[in-house]
């Protein structure tokens, strides 16, 4: 993405991406919903090239509501880059008990929802995205087929 690219650090927490993106030459507004509440209860004179939304999906209470929000403040090129950690619903049930003991985020109440690869090409067909994925964890959701 080229420099002085506007991007949304939407759940930015405490703002390190945010600082770590404007370091690197990109104007970035940061947007944590747990303070500043949620996108549409925002407005802004621009659209971005760009949505961030790392370890963020798993914390919103409707996801699709959220995803047509963002939708609506980036530009017709915008992607949405998101991270979450995926879950596997093919685990055998012992094996899947076992894995829920370690994981660390299993007692965070604000956690409302756990993907799979399948549930993101449910979610990419439904809503009609391209999602691409990189690694196990980032992936990026282009929307432009669907405007």
Known sequence: MPYNHKILDFGSGSGELAQ???RRGYRVIALEPMTDGYLKDQSYPFLFDAVFAIEVIEHLPNVWEEL???????KPEGVIVFST???NPFVDLPDAAEQFK???CK???THMSFFCNKTLSV??????????IFGDKFFVI???EIR
């Open 20 to 22: 770590e993106l404007q």
């Open 68 to 74: 047509q929000e963002i939708e609506k403040v980036l």
């Open 85 to 87: 950690r995926l879950t």
């Open 102 to 104: 370690e994981w660390w």
């Open 107 to 109: 007692d965070d109440p």
């Open 123 to 132: 979610m990419a067909e439904k809503g009609g995205y391209t999602i691409e």
């Open 142 to 144: 282009k929307c432009s």
